[in-house]
């Protein structure tokens, strides 16, 4: 097992002698390879073991980066360099990227180890990563279950213990939930805080990059080296980064505001309960609850699917044949070759958004379905602003339900859109948020705690929970 508690830790017993990297990297690999049937990765690295004698070296030697011997795994939509990205993709099967995404690059230019590419739903497409061209990814907690989506090869990388932090991202949930699925912490930040450069658009206005580990403490150092403005990203901002910590210096009582619309109907019953007592246990000391209304959140799940499916038809139309991955041969001519390239490159899921997004945004339906649902994201956002200027913090269920059996919502694309009930407005207003692993129900799966924050506040959803967990 792993005997340090966060990278510090790890870092501090490499340069005492006590934990070796090269062991340590060996183990992680030994470890994904015995547990070949939960199918997280679509990539494993294996020289990776040549890296970590080098920054081995480098951690005795004091030369060594921020990040020097984490070991980190990636969602198969994030670039690196000369390594394959397929976005669980049969368009993208054989593609090669040709550069390196900002966030990941600068995560190895700390001497972070990259493992491998982790298995996701096609194109980040998903509740439950039952939709990839590589099969589906069992949950470590309970195999016979999903591990969620769409970053579900990286939450159950994390869960297994496959690595010491994964990457994911997360357009409408896919952080978050299946962080919950997982019993893993998961954190999605403001939108523009980490580039986008390359990374795989699926929504671009959306598209989030954000992290996943058993501790806040490695989320937050792996979020210190990840943001900042990027120019290869113009939708990066501008903000100062903080110095993420999870050290807190709240010293007054933090208010927090529990939707009312988000524990209504739906909610399996464990789940509110679980939810309720961790609740009741945060000492009236430091916390004060308060009943707050999200009142937009019933139009959530269809303003998400509008512009999200509108977004991703412009965003897919790049692959046809040409320029990526798959091509179908000897095609009767151009159209032809279009045509039957995206028709046997894309999954099912993928389609099926391409031509809803293609319709929203025809002309015939565009004020009616694409330009309402502009304005409606507004009164979603509205809303946020609204309730941060009565609260510190948001707290809501991360997901309806636990883990659900493999096949169980596959048939039903409606059941399966359901699972992002609590996490879609949150990318539709662009802010952070955050899950917390608090318990299991009576099928010992994990239950989840969403933490969310006004925009740039990532810190104070770090730091929330330590400062919740001294109560
Ligand atoms: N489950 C949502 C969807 O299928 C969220 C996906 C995501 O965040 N990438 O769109």
Known sequence: MLSYKNILDKQAKIKSNELSLTENVQYFLSRINDQKDINAFNFIFEDVLDDAKVVEEKIHDGTAGKLAGMVIAVKDVLSIKDRPLACSSNILKGFKSIY???SVQKLIDEDALIIGK???DEFAMGSSNENSAFGNVLNPVDKTRVPGGSSGGSAAAVAAGFCDVALGTDTGGSIR???SFCGVFGLKPTYG?????????FASSFDSIGAFANNVEDIAAVMNVMSGKDDLD????????PEFNIESNISRKIKVGIPQEYFSEGLNDEVKKSIEDYISDISSDKVEFIDIHLKHNDYAIATYYILTTAEASANLSRYDGVRFGYRHENPEDLNEMYTLTRSEGFGDEVKRRIMLG???LSSGYYDAYYRKAQKVRRLIKEDFTNAFEQVDIILTPTSPFTAFKIGEKSSDPMQMYLSDIYTTSINLAGIPAINIPIGFDSNDLPI???LIANQFEENLLLQTVKFFNKS
């Open 100 to 102: 390196s995404a900002t």
């Open 118 to 120: 982790t298995n996701c």
């Open 177 to 179: 939930q299946p962080a």
């Open 193 to 201: 805080r980490v580039s986008r450069y390359g990374l795989t658009a």
């Open 234 to 241: 113009s939708t990066s901002i501008n903000e100062p980064t």
């Open 358 to 360: 293609t319709y929203v």
């Open 448 to 450: 989840g705690v969403q």
